[in-house]
């Protein structure tokens, strides 16, 4: 019955911009946090943002000042505003759901996000 889906992601240039969202097919979707991950090829997933049910958010400092999280309880929809991109931004980017106290947990698809010029 839960389901993700990230979409938005592409081909951007270094110093561009893109914004991913999550559409959450989940009830209850205002009381959950939302987390983005991300992994290169060969990598391991990293988290690089969150967001509280209170919208309060977290960054990893790789990205700290350049990204934003954000969540729309009206659309069941979570964005990351991604900006100033750089070529080591690139990796399958992930949304995850989590419940209080991570009593559950959801993944999306991924949505592959490549800067280069």
């Known amino acids: 019955q839960v389901q993700l889906v990230e979409s938005g992601g592409g081909l951007v240039q270094p110093g561009g911009s893109v914004r991913l969202s999550c559409a959450a097919s989940?009830?209850?979707?205002?009381?959950?946090?939302f987390r983005w991950y991300r992994q290169p090829p060969g990598k391991e997933r990293e988290m690089v943002a969150q967001?509280?049910?209170?919208?309060?958010?977290l960054y990893s400092d790789a990205v700290k000042g350049r990204f934003t999280i954000s969540r729309d309880n009206a659309k069941s929809t979570v964005y990351l505003q991604m900006n100033s991109l750089k070529p080591e931004d690139t990796a399958v980017y992930y949304c995850r759901a989590l419940g209080a106290g991570t009593v559950s947990s959801y993944w999306g698809q991924g949505t592959q996000v490549t800067v280069s010029s």
């Open positions: 967001i509280t049910p209170g919208s309060s958010t």
């Open positions: 989940i009830n209850g979707f205002s009381i959950y946090y």
